[in-house]
């Protein structure tokens, strides 16, 4: 208690403060009730819940990271690469260490790696984490030397680890099968359709790493899951005819100033397709420097009327029901009334006494029309849809097309008449290709195919050579009877496609000029889609070359133009696989049955 005492010179009364005693007691209390808390804390932590703690403590300073598992390689038919993984670095950040200098290391990394400056900042400053990803699928050596000057110039917390990096080492050849990747993304081709099999799956890892430096610390917690490879996609396609077919048929898109073109080769035996040229096209490295519209497959996606082509499966069929042969005499007028509409050739002429060989020889629409008067109601759809007709060949590129042929029973007189020579039905490359490839291999329809072996889709359809299968669709000897009168086609003194003819080899081929289908209009605008398809050697196919050419504005049709483009893509191929030239004469038969009248 305060005491009281007489201040001798004033009179006034003072008190002390506080004794000594009273002040330790004090500063006791307070010692102990810190003591306390501290105690009660550490009981929550060392005897409640010891391991969260510790686990919360961990995860501040621990690393997960994706280990990238190495993609399979896209092959030609012989092993060579069409796509394949080289040596990349993936750009990490430690945003604990790069927060404070993350406007300058943004700068420095957006300007070295051409990533996104404002995304690079924000990842740099992110709250609790020890670990960004910056940038993805760097060239290695551009990597390492831009790691290697960002700590030159005092940046820290930047790392790289291993991370391959997609490269078209045949740049445009086959780009549009092959397609291409994105950043994280497979976005066209058989990239895309098979993602699921290239990619593999992916590992991981996770490591403690120390506070000031970000270094990973030897004996902290790590765990690691190895990554499993993707599997190698092997094609039928022939990179080197593949290269050639793509530069013979450009020539001619460009020497016509054609919108596009395509060239397909198909070994006549198997069905397997070495080469799907299309133009224009795109290096597969570079995707966005080419139009969106050139990064497909246009001979699977893209239909047109086949024009005369057609006749092939036509008269094939009007030959295996016995309704005609090679020497059918027909009368063939200028102009043939068709509902209401009137049917010419391409070309005019005096009323001719043209044999059905002749008709094939010189295109005739109106005499295809005439001989085909023979079908019964349904009997050539049946025959076309057994040709492959309105219906996917399913060989792993995705928005491949179904074509259109009208339903049966949906067919007037006057409909089908065009069908007859090629119009007022669709199709897309491919299918012509097998279709036409049926005659080539003794009337039996083989699936084409695109993957040697046999490989899932993403969406689960398995596709492949081993899964083809075949059905005749017209006798051998129908077969036999086409061949001979498509001979006839490239003969210069019966024919229209002299040019398609192969120096030392007998073909057999036909010509095709139809007028395209605008969907804007629902009308014919003026534009033609020019072909030719064929097989080699006739006696005894090896392959089945298919060429269409869109639009060319230099008046070449499909024996000038496309005929041409066969002639050396076919001479390649026969000269490439050693296929020994013909021994035999090609067919003589007759064109016309009597006097022109």
């Not at 044999?355 to 025959?383: C, E, M, P």
Request: glycine letters at 10%; hydrophobic letters at 35%.
């Amino acid at each position: 208690m305060r005491q009281l005492r007489r201040d001798t010179a004033s009179g006034r009364r003072t008190g002390r403060r506080g004794s000594p005693g009273l002040r330790l007691r004090i500063g006791f209390v307070v010692i102990a009730m810190v003591l306390s808390v501290f105690g009660a804390r550490l009981v929550q932590l060392q005897g409640f819940d010891p391991h969260s703690y510790a686990a919360m403590a961990a995860a501040e300073n621990l690393v997960d990271i994706t280990l990238p598992a190495e993609r399979g390689d896209i092959l030609d038919r012989d092993g060579e690469p069409l796509a394949d993984s080289v040596d990349g670095r993936m750009f990490l950040a430690d945003p604990k260490l790069t927060s404070e200098q993350a406007p300058e290391i943004a700068k420095f990394l957006s300007n070295r790696l051409d990533i996104d400056y404002f995304a690079t900042l924000t990842k740099l400053r992110e709250d609790d984490s020890r670990f960004e990803y910056l940038a993805r699928r760097v060239p290695a050596t551009l990597a390492e030397d831009t790691l290697t000057e960002a700590r030159e110039q005092g940046f820290d917390g930047l790392s790289v680890q291993r991370d391959p990096v997609r490269d078209y080492p045949a740049e445009d050849v086959a780009s549009n099968l092959v397609g291409f990747l994105g950043t994280d993304e497979a976005l066209a081709g058989f990239e895309r359709t098979f993602d699921d099999y290239l990619s593999g799956t992916d590992g991981s890892a996770s490591y403690e790493v120390g506070g000031v430096g970000g270094n990973r610390i030897p004996l902290g917690d790590s765990t690691r899951t190895e990554p499993v490879d993707g599997r190698d996609l092997r094609t039928t396609v022939d990179r080197d005819l593949q290269w050639f077919a793509q530069r013979t048929l450009r020539q001619a898109v460009q020497g016509a100033n054609a919108e596009s073109g395509v060239a397909i080769v198909m070994d006549s035996r198997t069905g397997e397709v070495l080469t799907v040229a299309d133009d224009p096209t795109f290096d597969a490295n570079y995707p966005s420097k080419a139009p969106k519209a050139d990064r497909g497959s246009r001979a699977l996606s893209d239909v047109y009327e086949p024009g005369s082509v057609q006749k092939v499966l036509t008269i094939s069929a009007l030959l295996d029901a016995g309704l005609v042969t090679p020497r059918t005499r027909l009368t063939v007028p200028n102009s043939y009334q068709s509902g209401d509409n009137a049917i010419h050739d391409w070309f005019e002429h005096d009323t001719m006494p043209w044999t059905l060989a002749g008709v094939v020889a010189q295109s005739s629409n109106i005499g295809t029309v005439l001989a085909s008067n023979k079908f019964r109601d349904g009997q050539l759809y049946d025959y076309l849809t057994d040709f492959g007709l309105g219906t996917k060949t399913n060989v792993g590129v995705r928005g491949e097309s179904t074509g259109v042929l009208p339903e049966n029973g949906g067919w007037s007189p006057a409909t089908e008449d065009r069908i007859d020579f090629g119009q007022s039905l669709s199709v897309n490359a491919l299918q012509m290709t097998a279709a036409v490839n049926t005659i080539a291999n003794g009337g039996v329809r083989v699936d084409p195919s695109l993957i040697q072996g046999s490989a899932t889709t993403d969406e689960g359809t398995e596709t492949g050579t081993d899964q083809t299968t075949e059905h005749r669709v017209v006798s051998e000897d129908a077969a036999n009877g086409m061949m001979k009168m498509m001979e006839r086609v490239v003969d210069p003194d019966t024919g229209t496609a002299a040019g398609a003819q192969v120096p030392g080899y007998r073909v057999a081929g036909k010509t095709g000029t139809a007028q395209r289908a605008n969907p804007e209009c629902g009308c014919y605008d003026g534009t033609f889609t020019v072909s030719f398809a064929g097989f080699a050697p006739a006696e005894d196919p090896r392959f089945t070359v298919y060429v269409a050419i869109q639009n060319p504005r230099n008046g070449g049709g499909g024996g000038s133009l496309a005929g041409p483009v066969f002639s050396k893509v076919m001479g390649f191929a026969l000269q490439r696989y050693g296929v020994a030239p013909s021994t035999t004469k090609p067919s003589q038969l007759p064109v016309t049955w009597g006097r022109q009248r």
